[in-house]
């Protein structure tokens, strides 16, 4: 059973940091590119960030690009997101998500689209202050 748990969600002032973990068992995790999306209330869930499992293809949304940074660590099975200079519209609740990658993949052809990913966690909030 592929299980994804989020951790390091919080509230955070504006212009602070968090680092948000995902830790994924049930998988070969080396098989699979991990990402995160994250939903603000009342809107569709986005893609913020996704990686491979050698970084070749890392992929991050205009919105959080120079200050997010997607990172994993393939001994640990662990994915983790770093976010600096956090503005009000982070808030949302951030998922892990992993897809199955490889030539042929739906993911190799649509990296930032959540139709792409074959697991996703239950989400952790981030909620940022003014």
């Known amino acids: 059973q592929v299980q994804l748990v989020e951790s390091g969600g919080g509230l955070v002032q504006a212009g602070g940091s968090l680092r948000l973990s995902c830790a994924a068992s049930g998988l070969t995790f080396g098989s699979y590119a991990m990402g995160w999306f994250r939903q603000a209330p009342g809107k569709e869930r986005e893609f913020v960030s996704v990686?491979?499992?050698?970084?070749?293809?890392?992929y991050y949304a205009g919105s959080v690009k120079g200050r997010f940074t997607i990172s994993r660590d393939n001994a640990k099975n662990t994915l983790y997101l770093q976010m600096n200079s956090l503005k009000l519209e982070d808030t949302a609740v951030y998922y892990c998500a992993a897809a199955r990658a490889g030539s042929g993949s739906r993911w190799s052809t649509a990296p930032t689209s959540s139709t792409a990913y074959d697991y996703w966690g239950q989400g952790t909030q981030v909620t940022v202050s003014s």
């Open positions: 990686r491979d499992w050698s970084g070749y293809s890392t």
